[in-house]
């Protein structure tokens, strides 16, 4: 259990990373979570913001895509990963 959390935690910080490095989709981050610079860095220490951060990229097949070829992730690690990370159990409307 504590490896697929440091897995998970891993993932996380690499999306983040990802996430920062791109100009394009970073500022659509911000805007949708409202976080500052300073959230960006006080959140890469926190498993609940690193899976805000897997959520957001998960809205979006393209950015799941893009995310995990440029890390040579196959696309089912950052569902996994989110799983793993506090709120990331999976809903069942059924």
């Known amino acids: 259990m504590a490896q697929m959390q440091e897995f998970a935690e891993t993932i996380g910080l690499k999306c983040l990373a990802w996430l920062i490095g791109n100009e394009d989709l970073l500022p659509v ?13 006080h959140g890469a220490g926190d498993p609940a913001y690193l899976g ?17 070829d440029a890390e040579g992730l196959q696309y089912e690690a950052l569902r996994q990963a989110r799983a793993a990370l506090p709120g990331g159990t999976e809903m069942s409307w059924t």
């Not at 981050?29 to 860095?41: P, T, V």
């Open 29 to 41: 981050f911000m805007g949708a979570s409202g976080a500052s610079e300073a959230d960006l860095r």
């Open 52 to 68: 805000s951060v897997l959520d957001f990229v998960l809205m979006d097949d393209a950015w799941v895509i893009a995310f995990c």
